[in-house]
């Protein structure tokens, strides 16, 4: 019966009834004691019985949590200590594991479960139990790693607590060097893998995957002192290697990366010096001596992410996320990623985002339905720009940054906030010279385009511009259009407005006809 149903996740309501009478008749046997194989069974059906939410009344009480604990070989304060130690000289890893599964199960489905969890500090007792046990089983690890992520996640009020009083950081930290056999090679440098090191096996890369999201969980209430910005340092060289680390495939290998690329985004900017800094591995003298090696993966995950088409906002905002923001505080990230996404302009015949570079592909995502990720192509830009109005123009065209300067009120041009270095880019002879035939609006040469107006007379082009204000005019009164104009300070407004609050200035010179 067990193996018919072990894949079972949806339930018959007509059952519901007989099914919470068979999870408490589980959890009554569960409380007394008896031989792993048969606490094996019962947990296994009390697994499959857990991904019914409806039936979870009888094991989502304080009863019910600490006895599967207790299995789990977590130690609370409530539970009976005689009962504990039996159950620790007898239970053997394979209830371990599924005791594990079902609090897994039951955590996710039961917000009553959820409470009791904190209420029992069972988030807090499992750090203790994973900091003291030896055991290297796979799944007890994996399970373990799991549980404390899905405390994490569905209850972030215990964030605080797991650092300060627990040290969760710290020990997922330790946790993720032990999966991995880390060596230091320096401070904050691990020992690269060589040429010949094999792919990452599928159980580790499970277990680090787990980590990486509880680690993602509690490093975003983590408070900023000098033992946390060392334990914040070490996990940014710990991301470093992992980011040039690969998986069995490509999938498996991508989906790590995204993984250690959310926990860096949760990093203080001032951290990720770790990931350029590598003094034994050395660098490129052009960025003084810093190693671009990891922040060349980060493009090259950004780029495949790109080329996927989909889920932008889960699986591309955040590498962008974390690149600009590295790029505004290093100098150095921002150049070498300015150099790979933004060279030099040379040939300048095609619109910004025709083609298939880099650029081209950012550059249309700067129209992105979605404005978050909208936002993201185009801030990522202007950053690398220096925030720059007129090199972000250079380089998308005004129509494409039209948004990003109507957001920042920049549509008269100027700089963004944050200062940057003073070196600065130099424009190629091709660019120089194509440079006054380029149309600033959509940033390329276009081919001469016949005059409209050229046969008419003067009567015709006024009847026809007449003809356009009117039809302005009536979709403005529909509320359909709402025509606008520009702030002296560079930000948009109604055109009435925009018009009643400009000022000309006194001697200025007027065309006439």
């Known amino acids: ?107 996710f489905n039961s917000m009553a479960a959820q409470q009791v969890g904190v209420d029992i500090r069972l988030a807090q007792e499992l750090c203790a139990r994973m900091r003291s046990s030896g055991s290297t089983h796979h799944e007890v690890r994996l399970f373990s790693l799991r549980l404390l992520f899905l405390l994490s996640a569905l209850r972030p009020d215990i964030r605080g607590g797991l650092c300060t009083e627990t040290g969760a950081v710290g020990l997922l930290t330790d946790v993720l060097e032990r999966i991995l056999d880390i060596g230091w090679a320096g401070p904050y440098e691990v020992t690269p893998p060589d040429g010949h090191t094999p792919p990452i096996p599928p159980e580790k890369v499970e277990q680090t995957m787990e980590a990486l ?103 591309l905002t955040p590498v962008l996320s974390l690149m600009t923001e590295s790029s505004r505080y290093h100098r150095e990230i921002r150049r070498y990623l300015k150099a790979k996404v933004l060279p030099p302009l040379k040939d300048v015949k095609e619109r910004p985002e025709v083609g298939s570079t880099v650029r081209n592909k ?43 300067l109507a957001a920042r009120g920049l549509l008269a041009g100027g700089r963004g906030e944050t200062e940057y270095s003073a070196d600065e880019d130099s424009d190629t002879e091709e660019y120089k010279s194509a440079k006054p035939f380029i149309n600033p609006i959509t940033g390329h040469i276009e081919e001469p385009m016949p005059n409209p107006v050229e046969d008419m007379t003067e009567e015709q082009k006024e009847f026809e511009a007449q003809k ?35 000022q000309v200035a006194d001697g200025s010179e007027s065309d006439s006809d």
């Open 468 to 502: 356009l204000a009117n039809m302005i005019g009536e979709l403005s009164r529909q509320q359909l259009i709402r025509p606008m104009g520009v702030r002296k300070d560079g930000s948009l407004a109604p055109l009435e407005e925009a018009i009643h609050t400009c």
């Open 1 to 107: 019966m067990l193996v018919h149903n072990c894949r079972t996740f949806t339930f018959d309501p007509k059952e519901e009834a007989a099914r919470i009478k068979l999870c408490q008749g589980v959890l009554t046997v569960l409380t007394r004691s008896a031989q792993p194989r048969y606490l094996c069974t019962c947990l296994e059906t009390m697994r499959i019985l857990s991904r019914d939410k409806h039936v979870l009344g009888p094991v989502a009480t304080r009863e019910g949590i600490l006895t599967l604990a207790g299995l789990a070989q977590i130690r609370l304060p409530d539970a009976d200590r005689q009962a504990a130690r039996e159950a620790e000289s007898s239970v053997d890893e394979q209830v371990v594991v599924e005791a594990l599964k079902c609090l897994c199960n039951v955590m």
């Open 213 to 315: 999201k509880a680690l993602f969980n509690v490093t975003l209430s983590n408070s900023s002192d000098e033992h946390s910005d060392h334990q914040l340092r070490l996990i940014a060289a710990l991301m470093r290697h992992i980011l040039m680390l690969r998986a069995q495939t490509e999938e498996k290998t991508e989906e790590v990366h995204s993984h250690a690329i959310n926990l860096l985004s949760n990093l203080p900017m001032s951290c990720l010096d770790a990931l350029i800094h590598v003094p034994v591995q050395g660098g490129l003298e052009k960025y003084g001596g810093k190693n671009m090696d990891a922040v060349q993966v980060l493009v090259d995950f950004m780029e495949k992410r790109i080329d996927k088409g989909s889920n932008y906002k889960e699986g």
């Open 362 to 404: 950012l550059v249309r995502l700067m129209t992105h339905v979605d404005m978050g990720v909208k936002q993201g192509a185009a801030e990522f830009l202007f950053v690398l720009c220096k925030e720059s109005v007129d090199n972000l123009l250079k380089y998308t065209g005004y129509g494409n940054a039209a948004g990003l």
